[in-house]
């Protein structure tokens, strides 16, 4: 499974900006979808997921600032940041776990994590 991200960039403290994600493959299901994003000498953390179900985890320094949503049917997420701050800044990653689609057609046992190729968020004046 690939997975596309796209929609970073320099934007100014306050300013807003919009992630999309779509993923390709031999893809049954995929539960959940979301994003992390990483800054160097740190770990990956989480920034939003969102459920097949429609359950949403953000988080705590982004609630009431990014909205997540997806297309279940396409395999797409995608994240709005608004009023964006320094401590923004970092690489996002989009994430899937990936329920692949097994011979006899149904959902193979054996799901596994897939991450996008990351994409770059700076908020500088």
């Known amino acids: 499974v690939q997975l596309q991200a796209s929609g970073g960039g320099l934007v100014q403290p306050g300013g807003s900006l919009k992630l999309s994600c779509a993923a390709s493959?031999?893809?049954?299901?995929?539960?959940?979808m979301g994003w992390y994003r990483q800054v160097p000498g740190k770990q990956r953390e989480l920034v939003a997921t969102r459920m097949t179900g429609g359950r949403v985890e953000y988080a705590d320094s982004v609630k009431g600032r990014f909205s997540i949503d997806r297309d279940i049917a396409k395999h797409t997420v995608s994240l709005d940041l608004n009023n964006l701050k320094p401590e923004d800044t970092a690489v996002y990653y989009c994430y899937a776990k990936v329920i692949p689609r097994a011979a006899y057609g149904g959902p193979s046992r054996k799901d596994y994590d897939a991450w996008g190729q990351g994409t770059q968020v700076t908020v500088s004046s």
């Open positions: 493959g031999n893809i049954f299901g995929i539960n959940p």
